[in-house]
């Protein structure tokens, strides 16, 4: 097996332990300290806009979807903002799709428009893999790369069952990555997931100690509320 990159620190939602999660500030933040990358949510208004919002409601309980881009709160981005606030880091754009919340989308309309503002702005740099598309819905990570097969996909799941399998099944289907909750990884689901090619991006670790774990393991990526700290692990663990 060919050496792998170093462990990647992904800061989820841009640096939200510092910062309001998902907003300029955060993504700006997690730029100046170093991470290699951005965690975003992508869900879209009914004039059409993509934003970029965890929720599928705001605060106050109103429905994103529901609602025209002039009556969202001026601290909620689109994605084109967010994307350029991002500057030289590569962005995990999770489209926000699931089937228990007000704007499920079962005909992926929503996927569709994130990947026209995606290929729009890879004309611009050119390499598709600045980007990595997830998703809990496995149909939205299915249809993605039946769109677009050269921009790197991964599915989100809170478990993996069968690691051998499913990573036997992932690359088959040609995606790139599995992103699974903390919690359930392990140094063994890491070596059969990298045997079969696909790199394993964890979900949410703020804790130093797992991720000098993690890192040890040999994990593709960590996605983290606090970029600074993993960051500071990862120069430790060099």
């Given at each position: 097996m060919n050496a792998r990159k170093p462990t990647q620190i992904m800061a989820h939602r841009g640096a939200s332990s510092a910062a309001p999660a998902n907003t300029i500030a955060a993504?700006?933040?997690?730029?100046?300290?170093?991470?290699?990358?951005?965690?975003?949510?992508?869900?879209?208004?009914?004039?059409?806009?993509?934003?970029?919002?965890?929720?599928?409601?705001?605060a106050d309980g109103r429905i994103i979807a529901h609602l025209d881009k002039q009556h969202l709160p001026k601290h909620i981005p689109t994605l084109d903002e967010a994307l350029d606030a991002c500057g030289d880091m590569w962005v995990n754009v999770e489209v926000k799709n699931y089937f228990t919340e007000p704007d499920y989308d079962s005909g992926d309309q929503r996927t569709l428009a994130v990947l026209e503002v995606l290929r729009r702005r890879t004309a611009q740099h050119g390499d598709p893999r600045r980007y990595l598309l997830s998703c809990f819905r496995r149909k939205t990570v299915e249809r993605t790369h039946a769109e677009w097969p050269e921009l790197p996909t991964a599915w989100l799941t809170a478990f993996v069952r069968d690691a051998r399998a499913l990573a036997r099944d992932l690359r088959a289907s040609g995606h790139a990555a599995v992103h699974p909750e903390v919690s359930r990884v392990s140094r063994e689901m890491i070596e059969v997931f990298h045997a079969e090619g696909i790199a394993v991006n964890a979900w949410t670790c703020d804790d130093a100690a797992r991720m000098r774990e993690l890192i040890d393991w040999g994990i593709d990526g960590i996605c983290t509320n606090v970029p600074d700290v993993g960051l500071r692990v990862l120069g430790e663990t060099a």
């Open positions: 993504f700006v933040l997690a730029r100046d300290m170093g991470a290699h990358a951005v965690e975003l949510d992508v869900r879209q208004c009914s004039t059409g806009e993509l934003v970029v919002h965890h929720d599928p409601h705001l």
